[in-house]
């Protein structure tokens, strides 16, 4: 099944010419999530050719706008482009004040449904469980109420082993039983144990969004273990202090974090505008965690095929 | 005196790759007038080094997203950089609530003071004055409340002849009554009349800002004549019946604007995203009137040098 995030967002609140604020959106099983949603973000749909009808879920983590301006602008291209599928927008609840206002002003009435799932910055908790998944908040630290997303994979159904399973003649309609770990009885009453017509399927992956916070232990054992990780990482460690002072994080604490939830890998963004060049962020990250990588506009990172 | 428009922004609603929507800034003595503030302004500013620092006054014609959605992130950005200095924000009633609210919900307090001036969509007036120009409001018509802006620089002083005034050694200290027109008599009684001493400034120059619109005589007597006209043409003239349902304009009825508020010069915007390539639009535009530009994002056109 199809699991992988694409940046299309990766800098903070101040804006610097070729990086875009905060945004970014999950493939799973050809299903698009999108994650943050700054100003530009549309265009930057357009840029990497990911299509907004294809979003069924929005996800916000909090309201500085270097997350969510860009919403009001792709809620009315929706409309525009004649949506009419329903829209789950999971957010702190004064987003949806700012949005009807906006909408009231422009005398915009939305051509589709938009169902507003509201998030408690105080509190871990399933906020959307589907076929393909499991979404969770994660209650973060930062100026103002925050949450982060982990999304999990439902663990999968066994697999047959297709030779075993013929070579007993069982009948097609017991399949599904076999798949939920049933054992298996012949017409003459021999039973076969499940785990020698079935195998077991892939450990489920997991991905964690963890925006805007001070560095905690708190949110971290929220996440482990967690397959691949986005941290922010506002800064380098020399600015320690004004990370603490704003509630971010450095990008030494990000590899600190990647370690802490045993993720596989590690993503870190939300660069400061300072930084014009990212290189010393992404080689401090990785003196503690090798496996990191930069979140960079139009990438695309697997978290399972 | 300086006086040129720069295109941030060139289409309507509807995001399209290759343009960004609405917004163009006016430089004029050095001063930076912002004039709309769609979404992704800051960028385009970026893009093409205009300093939000060096802004002092910002316009928004109306509440349609593609006109003011950067204009948080980019009031937010000025206070991140430090801004200390006022701005003043001319705009529809509304647009004060929208941006208290974005604030209140990111708590954020501007480090920098900002004076709303409310405009009126009803009726034409002068909403500012400064050394250099008067801008008037144009009520335009379109679904929600709209105006366009008028930038009329100042008459200008009259200009001493050097030579003249040097042989007839007259006092500096008459000099200013000279440049405002007034004659001259000599310590021997002798009367010189003023337009013997002075030679006439140039013509106070114009720029008219023509936003969303139904096509009308109304808007146009108001300001004609204009020595640059910006007109939106959202559609081609195959398209008419389709612009008066959405209160817009055709490039066709552009130029025959052009033509009625004598203007020197045409600049056609706010295209649609259906089309893909502009030549028709300029090229339709220009069949009635000849000086016709495209609104290009970065392009400069200069009203007065």
Do not use: W
């Not at 294809?54 to 929706?78: E, N």
């Not at 399933?126 to 930062?142: A, G, K, R, S, Y």
């Not at 963004?269 to 503690?288: I, P």
Request: proline residues 5%; contains cysteine; hydrophobic residues 35%.
């Amino acid at each position: 099944m199809k699991f992988e995030v694409t940046i299309l967002g990766s800098s903070s609140a101040t804006p610097i010419f070729n990086r875009n604020p905060t945004a970014q959106v999950l493939n799973i099983n050809e299903k698009l999530y999108l994650v943050d949603c700054a100003e530009g973000t549309q265009q930057q749909m357009l840029r990497f050719d990911v299509k907004a009808s294809r979003i069924d879920y929005i996800f916000i983590s909090h309201l500085h706008g270097d997350h969510y301006l860009g919403l009001v602008g792709l809620l009315s291209s929706m409309h525009l482009n004649g949506r009419k599928k329903a829209l789950k927008i999971f957010c702190p609840p004064p987003l949806k004040e700012i949005i009807d206002l906006q909408l009231k002003y422009s005398e915009t009435t939305l051509n589709y449904p938009v169902e507003f799932v509201f998030t408690d910055a105080a509190t871990k908790g399933v906020i959307l469980e589907n076929q393909d998944i499991f979404v969770e908040t994660i209650p973060l630290d930062h100026r103002i109420p925050c949450t982060g997303f982990l999304f999990r994979q439902k663990k999968r159904l066994k697999k047959l082993i297709k030779e075993r399973v013929e070579e007993l003649q069982i009948p097609i309609p017991y399949y599904a039983a076999l798949k939920k770990g049933n054992d298996y009885q012949s017409p003459d009453g021999t039973v076969y144990q499940n785990n020698t017509l079935t195998m077991e399927p892939p450990e489920p992956k997991s991905y964690a969004y963890i925006s805007d916070t001070l560095y905690s232990d708190k949110y971290l054992a929220y996440i482990t273990p967690v397959t691949m990780l986005y941290h922010e990482a506002t800064f380098l460690n020399d600015m320690l202090d004004r990370a603490n002072q704003t509630h971010h994080t450095t990008a030494l604490q990000a590899g600190e974090a990647a370690i802490k939830v045993k993720a596989e890998k590690l993503i870190i963004g939300h660069f400061s505008a300072r930084y014009k060049t990212l290189n010393e962020l992404l080689e401090e990250a990785q003196s503690v965690f090798p496996n990191t990588e930069l979140a960079v506009e139009g990438k695309t990172f697997v978290i399972s095929e």
